[in-house]
């Protein structure tokens, strides 16, 4: 298998991103019904009621509104984490069969950029070469710069030809991959859009397995069939926490110099 270089995960990156990263703050910056801004009135049975809806912990509500970053980190990882982890441990039905193939892989790396990207907007970091360059880095331990190719000041006329087809696919992919994912908060929804962003990363098959996993008891579990599935979407629980780990301090790191 050839090399994968880092424009080669910069090319796979930014199409994921710019897909998922305005749907996710979409969410996270949502008006529920107008509860964000809502304030504690009182009074008859509807208002009670509309007062207790604004104080759930989701997006669109005067209690999301109130929570810090932290907690909200801990919302995407808790919440749609559970989701992301399921779809990736499917595969592990199969057992030891299932982990030979790169499909578990993949979604997994696709859940956890969809945790990344909704991390990142939490935390300031909010332009398509940022998240591509957290993502590199968490999953794949790359340093990129994040830029689409051909970026760069000095190219020749070749890589610039390159660069413009480069850009035709991004947008191609970009568009088909939005188109998929709307505001789905079904299981199944979820699942499709995992599925459809698992695709994309598939370009990086040489890549995946850098990602941060579960522990060796989670892995042995995975190996056998059918219960195969519990130890694999534990580890994708416990890899999800890593993945948190690595981003705060990428977070830490960056917002300590130029952005």
Same mark, same amino acid.
């Given at each position: $298998? *050839?090399?994968i270089?880092?424009?080669?995960? &910069?090319?796979?990156?930014?199409?994921?991103?710019?897909? =998922?990263? *305005?749907?996710?703050?979409?969410?996270?910056?949502?008006d529920?019904?107008?509860?964000?801004?809502r304030?504690?009135?009182?009074?008859?049975?509807?208002a009670?009621l509309?007062?207790?809806?604004?104080e759930? /912990?989701v997006?669109?509500?005067a209690?999301?509104?109130? $929570?810090?970053?932290?907690?909200?980190?801990?919302?995407?990882?808790?919440?749609?984490?559970?989701?992301?982890?399921?779809?990736?441990?499917? *595969?592990?039905?199969?057992?030891?069969l299932a982990?030979?193939?790169?499909?578990?892989?993949a979604?997994?790396?696709?859940?956890?950029?969809?945790?990344?990207?909704a991390?990142a907007?939490?935390?300031g970091? =909010?332009?398509?070469?940022?998240r591509?360059r957290?993502?590199?880095?968490?999953?794949?331990?790359r340093? @990129?710069?994040?830029?689409?190719p051909?970026?760069?000041?000095e190219e020749?006329?070749?890589?610039?030809?390159?660069a #413009?087809?480069?850009? @035709?696919e991004?947008?191609? &992919? =970009?568009?088909?991959?939005?188109?998929e994912?709307?505001?789905?908060? =079904?299981?199944?929804? @979820?699942g499709?859009?995992?599925? /459809?962003?698992? /695709? @994309?990363?598939?370009a990086?098959?040489?890549?995946l397995?850098?990602? *941060?996993?579960?522990?060796? %008891?989670?892995q042995?579990?995975?190996?056998v069939?059918?219960?195969?599935?519990?130890?694999d %979407?534990?580890g994708?629980?416990?890899?999800l926490?890593?993945?948190r780990?690595?981003? #705060?301090?990428w977070?830490?790191?960056e917002?300590?110099?130029v952005r």
């Amino acid at each position: $298998m *050839p090399s994968i270089s880092d424009r080669d995960v &910069v090319r796979a990156l930014r199409p994921f991103v710019r897909a =998922t990263g *305005p749907v996710l703050d979409r969410v996270r910056d949502a008006d529920l019904l107008g509860l964000r801004e809502r304030e504690r009135v009182g009074g008859g049975r509807v208002a009670r009621l509309w007062d207790r809806l604004a104080e759930v /912990k989701v997006p669109g509500t005067a209690g999301w509104a109130r $929570m810090d970053v932290a907690q909200r980190d801990a919302w995407w990882l808790n919440r749609v984490g559970r989701l992301v982890s399921l779809v990736a441990a499917l *595969p592990g039905v199969g057992g030891a069969l299932a982990d030979r193939l790169p499909v578990q892989a993949a979604l997994g790396a696709a859940g956890q950029g969809l945790l990344l990207s909704a991390m990142a907007g939490e935390h300031g970091f =909010t332009s398509v070469e940022d998240r591509v360059r957290l993502l590199a880095h968490v999953l794949f331990q790359r340093e @990129v710069d994040g830029r689409a190719p051909g970026e760069r000041v000095e190219e020749e006329r070749a890589e610039e030809e390159r660069a #413009e087809e480069d850009r @035709v696919e991004e947008d191609r &992919v =970009t568009e088909e991959l939005t188109s998929e994912l709307g505001v789905r908060s =079904t299981v199944r929804g @979820v699942g499709r859009t995992v599925w /459809k962003l698992g /695709k @994309v990363l598939w370009a990086l098959e040489g890549e995946l397995d850098k990602r *941060p996993q579960g522990r060796f %008891y989670h892995q042995a579990l995975g190996m056998v069939p059918v219960v195969g599935v519990v130890g694999d %979407y534990l580890g994708e629980r416990s890899a999800l926490r890593r993945v948190r780990g690595e981003a #705060e301090k990428w977070f830490e790191r960056e917002s300590g110099g130029v952005r």
